[in-house]
């Protein structure tokens, strides 16, 4: 077994991100496997490198230990970069220099469990005024979901202890798989970044359920593994939502500096057992 926990350098890590690394380490640990840190930090306007310091404080603090060096996502563009070529290479993907002023302004689809479906706008455009407009205006790379989806079939993946689940991709629409700013999007990297690692098992929140469907469609357009899949239920605090990263009660950093201990909160959470005022749910 080889988990992973992947956090992105753009604020603290909260009770929530500890949850999903101590599931993902006793995990391994309990099979005798690895686990490994990757540090998602493609985001260049918002990765800071003293957040890279302080998660893995806060996950030494924890008293976890993982496996090798942590991997960047900044050291592997040029993959994201290969694979985007590749899709390129089979009209799987096109440009699109939509706004979201202009998505908002023409939106007549349902929302699907991303958001908003993306209406399409520019899947059609003519290849001279694809080459004419990506000349000069700034563009991101759609997947084309439903010819992709006509590529490679009916797809399913497997939800540990649950059976196999049956993907429905389209639900999300022609996703983004590199944004304007970007060489790649969340979907792309990660899907690309746990094969590499060689990840068995992928441990996260059951907010990223929907969005299993659109790794497992990546997988099977770039012949990638298929890992197992478990989304446990989301940490959230007194007010019912779950956390994000403005939630600096909630920060270990906060934790640590009024003297809760790492390894006893660790184990706490690993038997479900929250901190007074905080809850596991569902979404």
Known sequence: M??????????????????????????????????????????????????????????????LGWDGEPLRQSARLGNYVAALDTLRARDLVYPCFCTRADIAASLSAPHGPSGAIYPGICRDLSEAERARRMAAQPHCWRLDTARALAVVGDLAWEAQGQGMRPANPLAHGDIVLARKDAPASYHLASTLDDAAMGVTHVIRGADLIAATDVHRLLQALLDLPTPLYRHHALVCGPNGKRLAKRDAAASLAAMRATGVDGP????????????????????
Do not use: C, K
């Open 264 to 283: 006893t909160l660790a184990a706490n959470l690993l038997a479900g057992r929250l901190p007074t005022g905080y809850s596991l749910q569902m979404p």
């Open 2 to 63: 080889l988990t992973r926990f992947a956090p992105s350098p753009t604020g603290d890590l909260h009770l929530g991100h500890a949850y999903s690394a101590v599931l993902a380490h006793d995990a391994a640990r309990a099979a005798g496997g690895q686990f490994l840190i990757r540090i998602d930090d493609i985001d260049g306007s918002r990765s800071r490198e003293d957040y890279v310091a302080a998660s893995l404080a806060d996950l030494t603090w924890l008293g």
